[in-house]
Every structure is written in C-alpha cells, then in structure tokens.
C-alpha cells in the first residue's frame, strides 16, 4: 500500500473537509505499486490522514475515502452505499427513482449510481473506483434487487484518470429492450432510456426546481422552455395550467423522448422544437412574441477553468435574450450546473444582463439540487447547480 506524504499545511483544505488532494500538494509517496490503489495518506510530519485512491497520472492525484485506518472492501463499499441510500429515504417523497450515490459527497469518490425502480444506472469517474466495480454491480443485485444494470461512462472526465470511454448493460434480467421504460416521480409519468439517454439516463437534479417552479405558472401564463431536454419542466407547466408551452431543444433524441413524456401525461398543448437555442431565440426577435414565464436550463458550458471566460459570455447572451423577451412584470427561471461558475460568479452574470437588456430585478427564489445531490459546503465541486427565480420588470 503506498504512503503518501503532503506538503507543510496542505493538509488544511482535507481537515476541512475537501475531498481532494491535487498532485502539486504531495511531498513524496513511498512504497507504491499499482496506479489507482488504495493509499494511505500523512502529514508532512507523518501524522495519520486517512485512506483513498491514488492516480499519479491525475491532476487529483488523491481521492479520499476515509478517515480511519479501515480496509477498504466490498463491505466497506455496501456500508457506505447504504448510508447513502438511507439518507434518500428521510425525504418522505423520495419514491422510487432518485440518486443513491452522488460520488464524492457519499465519500464514495468518483462513483454515480441512480435508481429506477429496479433498473440502475453507474458512472464511474475514478480510476480508483473502477477496481470496485465487480463489487458495486454485486452489491446492487444482492442487496438491492437489481434487474437491470447499465454503464454511462461515456465522459471525458474519464480520460483524465486514464480510463476507457464505455456504456452499455452489465447485467440484465430483463427481456430484450427492457432499458427503455415508464416510471412516475412527484406525479409526472417519464419514459426513460438508460442507454441512449443524457447522463446516467435521465436529469434527476432538477426535481425540487420543478416543484418550485409549478408553484408560480397560471392558466394565463405563455411559457417558453429552453433546454427542455426530456420535457420535465414543460410537462410540469401543462399540470399548472399554462396557456401556451413552446419547448426548444438542439438534441433530436430528447426531443423524441419529452414528445412521448407529454403524450404519457395527456400533455398535448406542448410545442416542442428541435433547434439550436441560440438561433432560435435570434429568430424570435424578427418577431414580437413576448413571454410570461422563460425557464432557461442550458448544459455546462465549461468543464475546466480554461474555458470559464467564453463560458461566462454564453451565460450572459442567453439571459439577455430571455430577459429581453419577456413581458413586463414576468418570471425569468435560469440556471447554471458548472461547479466553475460559482453562485457570486452567476448572480454578476444575471446582473450584467439585466444592464444589457435595460430591465430591473428581483430575486425572489434560489435553487440548488435535489434532495437527493447532497452537497460537501466545504466543497464548491459538490454544489455545481445554481439556479435562481427572477421577477423581471
């Protein structure tokens, strides 16, 4: 087992409660064997840190497991799933579709695993974590009445620890094509695909911002969803009564996916458009359509810090635009998911805009995650969703 020994005072941001240890903070390693093994980590002065994994190809070059000196084994990994999942299970609300494993914030690091019903789905992101892997897909039939078992780890953030871009079922006991089904969550009824669908299959983050924003649509009220994705929010709309939805996506398969949502859900006035968002909202200004209600819920336009200037400049047009286009006294939802951009960073983006398109104002609400993304505050990776309720006058 490799020791690894930090830098004088790089242990503050650990004892704090961060989660990583970057390459540029170690001193020296010694006794190393196997890249991405479980290490021991120390002080400067050789005081006991704790356990995690260690990559020395990674620019998170430690991921850190525990503070005990423990072994780290299927036993470990079922415990600490099980902590995880019994957290879920305090929100009254949970269901049967939600996060169990939200990686680094269930100090299981690197590791995604989201439930539907008995159908789950796993990303791995450390190289660490993908030894476990056996383990994870046994834990998840034995202990959890797994059916049907998928991979999404076609991502990047893969390549950085030196790990094989990969999805597809790992274990099934379904018949054919048994990957694409209906679940209900808070009332709506989705048809999820867990092999050809975003992410882990679907966008579980967003479920408390869809109950908040049900809460300020009325039956007068002309909405415009941007980013619809699978249809979540615009469907959420219908069952408030909005009088017109148009809902815009750039990604045909989504499209397809939030048509068949609405049509499982008798949401029949929902105008959904396959098109890039930016042209499309260019195109509305040839017009005079205004709108009560723009729910704006763009992807991360940055997966590192190289490219946060450009990003900042897409945050800022966009909800320019949408200010632009709305009507006076009307609601502006917007959000960001890059853990880059931090909430500071975001509100001067919403206020840059608010100058630019000469409208004033007001916070009324701000949204983080789902109940079921918990958040290290000592962490700002954690908190990567950022979202806020504007009143614009």
Same mark, same amino acid.
């Given at each position: ?56 190809? *990674? @620019? ?6 525990? !503070?005990?000196?423990? /072994?780290?084994?299927?036993? &470990?990994?079922? %415990?600490? =799933? ?43 992101? *450390? @190289? ?6 056996? !383990?994870?897909?046994? /834990?998840?039939?034995?202990? &959890?009445?797994? %059916?049907? =078992? ?64 049900? %809460?300020? =649509? ?176």
């Amino acid at each position: 087992m490799a020791k690894i020994y930090l830098k004088k005072n790089e242990d503050r941001r650990l004892l704090a409660g961060h989660q990583w240890v970057f390459s540029n903070e170690i001193k020296k390693i010694e006794d190393f064997v196997t890249n991405g093994e479980v290490s021991e980590l120390f002080t400067e002065n050789g005081r006991f840190l704790g356990k995690g994994f260690y990559n020395k190809n *990674s @620019l998170i070059a430690y991921r850190h497991i525990t !503070d005990k000196d423990e /072994i780290i084994d299927k036993k &470990f990994i079922l %415990k600490k =799933i099980n902590n995880a999942n019994s957290l879920r299970k305090l929100y009254r609300e949970s269901g049967n579709v939600y996060r169990i494993v939200n990686s680094e914030s269930d100090f299981l690091p690197g590791l995604i695993i989201d439930k539907f019903g008995d159908r789950y789905s796993i990303q791995i992101f *450390s @190289l660490g974590m993908e030894s476990y892997l056996e !383990d994870i897909v046994n /834990i998840l039939k034995e202990y &959890f009445k797994a %059916k049907l =078992i998928v991979e999404k780890n076609d991502n990047d953030l893969r390549k950085l620890e030196g790990l094989e871009k990969r999805e597809g079922i790992i274990f099934s006991e379904m018949p054919s094509n048994e990957f694409i089904f209906t679940e209900e969550i808070d009332g709506i009824k989705f048809k999820f695909d867990l092999i050809n669908g975003q992410k882990t299959g679907f966008y579980l983050d967003q479920r408390r911002s869809r109950k908040i924003v049900g %809460k300020y =649509i009325h039956d007068r009220h002309c909405v415009l969803d941007l980013f619809c994705n699978e249809g979540g929010f615009a469907i959420t709309c219908v069952f408030e009564g909005a009088n017109e939805i148009t809902a815009v996506d750039s990604s045909e398969h989504s499209i397809k996916m939030a048509k068949e949502n609405a049509a499982l859900n008798s949401a029949e006035r929902i105008n959904f458009i396959c098109s890039d968002v930016f042209e499309y909202l260019n195109g509305l200004f040839q017009s005079d359509k205004k709108y009560d209600v723009i729910i704006l819920d763009p992807p991360s336009f940055t997966k590192s810090r190289k490219n946060l200037v450009s990003a900042l400049k897409g945050y800022e047009e966009l909800n320019t635009k949408c200010m632009r286009l709305l009507k006076t006294n009307s609601l502006l939802f917007t959000f960001s998911c890059s853990h880059h951009i931090s909430e500071k960073t975001f509100e001067d983006v919403i206020v840059k805009s608010s100058l630019s398109s000469k409208r004033k104002i007001r916070i009324l609400e701000s949204i983080n995650c789902s109940f079921d993304h918990p958040v290290i505050p000592q962490m700002n990776e954690t908190k990567y969703l950022k979202g806020y309720l504007l009143n614009v006058k």
